[in-house]
């Protein structure tokens, strides 16, 4: 069945570094994908999607490209804030529209 | 403009008893999904209904739970004789227009079961 493997955490940056969140899918057809972040207290929010191969999500200066390649969507940001403190969750679904989700990675950052 | 609510918030029950869990979506959206998020871990897919009925159950783990949206909007998640393991944020999802695959989460019901 479908699944997504994301990056184990917890990850802590200082402010202003480079963030990379990796995640891979397995899936049988076409997937739309997401990353998904859930802030301290608040419930999940989209961050951004890719509906086909090559595409580009972006949000808040997040970004992310479907790569079907090497069946990845790896979650950059050049320059985090103490805000982006949160859960990043990768997830895919299928035409079914349900979502299946990777384990989520923590992310701490440090003024 | 009200988001998809749930309630409770929290529920702490114990071994054996009955519960359910209340969702409330967006307005005019047809689809409600039902997700379990066990600490540690992402969202687990339960179940997904298309306006009334249960398009898509596979995810419910046994027959301790069941789910049901008589009217197409306000759906109930109920889980039978608790169990410690049923311990989770149960989390509600609504979408709306056909072919926009985006669902709009709840805050979630944290079930402590004693």
């Known amino acids: 069945g479908d699944s997504v493997t994301q990056m184990e955490g917890p990850v802590t940056l200082s402010e202003e570094a480079f963030l990379t969140i990796n995640c891979t899918y397995t899936?049988?057809?076409?997937?739309?994908l997401f990353w998904y972040v859930q802030y301290p207290g608040e419930g999940l929010q989209l961050l951004l999607k890719?509906?086909?191969?090559?595409d580009k999500g972006s949000n808040k200066g997040f970004e992310a490209t479907y790569r079907k390649e090497t069946t990845s969507f790896h979650l950059e940001k050049g320059s985090v804030q103490v805000s982006d403190s949160a859960v990043y969750f990768c997830?895919?679904?299928?035409?079914?529209?349900?979502?299946?989700f990777g384990a989520g990675t923590t992310v701490t950052v440090r003024a | 403009g009200a988001g998809v609510s749930q309630t409770p918030s929290n529920k702490v029950t114990e071994k054996g008893k009955y519960v359910e869990l209340r969702c409330d979506p967006i307005?005019?959206?047809?689809?409600l999904y039902w997700y379990r998020q066990s600490l540690g871990q992402g969202p687990e897919f339960l179940i997904y209904f298309q306006g009334t009925g249960a398009a898509d159950d596979s995810g419910l783990p046994n027959d301790r739970f069941f789910a049901v949206r008589p009217e197409g909007s306000v759906s109930t998640l109920k889980i039978q004789r608790t169990e410690r393991g049923d311990s989770a944020v149960y989390l509600c999802?609504?979408?709306?227009?056909?072919?926009?695959?985006?669902?709009?989460f709840g805050p979630g019901t944290r079930l402590t079961v004693l």
């Open positions: 997830a895919l679904s299928d035409n079914d529209y349900k979502l299946s």
């Open positions: 899936a049988t057809g076409y997937p739309s």
């Open positions: 890719a509906t086909k191969a090559d």
């Open positions: 307005s005019g959206h047809t689809a």
């Open positions: 999802a609504s979408r709306g227009l056909a072919g926009d695959n985006e669902q709009f």
